[in-house]
Nanobody, 126 residues
Framework: QVQLVESGGGLVQAGGSLRLSCVGS????????IGWFRQAPGKEREFVAA????????KLADSVKGRFTISRDNAKDAVILQMNSLKPEDPAVYYC???????????????????WGQGTQVTVSS
């Protein structure tokens, strides 16, 4: 199995940017499609973005399109979530997750992922 570790969270002003990283170890990172999810207090975990193992296909939640991008560097076993124009509704714990399967119909669901990191906190000040 793969172990996933997130980093890059922190406090940023509204309109600012953060760059989150998800680094994998253990099994070959290139075997896994990676998703980002977020969970705010009192809310369900929601999909943010996903990228296929080869980096050639991605999916973004409507709420972040035009502001967030997802990319991967398989040479570094890393997936990057670049978050720009952060809004007051973006604060949450951000999790990366891994799955061996890629299906555009379910890649935005938590049940599609077997492996999860511990999360990194993102806070946005207004």
């Amino acid at each position: 199995q793969v172990q996933l570790v997130e980093s890059g969270g922190g406090l940023v002003q509204a309109g600012g940017s953060l760059r989150l990283s998800c680094v994998g170890s253990g099994r070959t990172f290139t075997h896994y499609n990676i998703g980002w999810f977020r969970q705010a207090p009192g809310k369900e975990r929601e999909f943010v973005a996903a990228i296929r193992r080869d980096g050639l296909n991605t999916k973004l939640a409507d709420s972040v399109k035009g502001r967030f991008t997802i990319s991967r560097d398989n040479a570094k076993d890393a997936v990057i979530l670049q978050m720009n124009s952060l809004k007051p509704e973006d604060p949450a714990v951000y999790y990366c997750a891994g799955t061996n399967t890629w299906n555009m119909w379910v890649v935005d669901t938590t049940n599609a992922y077997a492996y999860w990191g511990q999360g990194t906190q993102v806070t946005v000040s207004s």
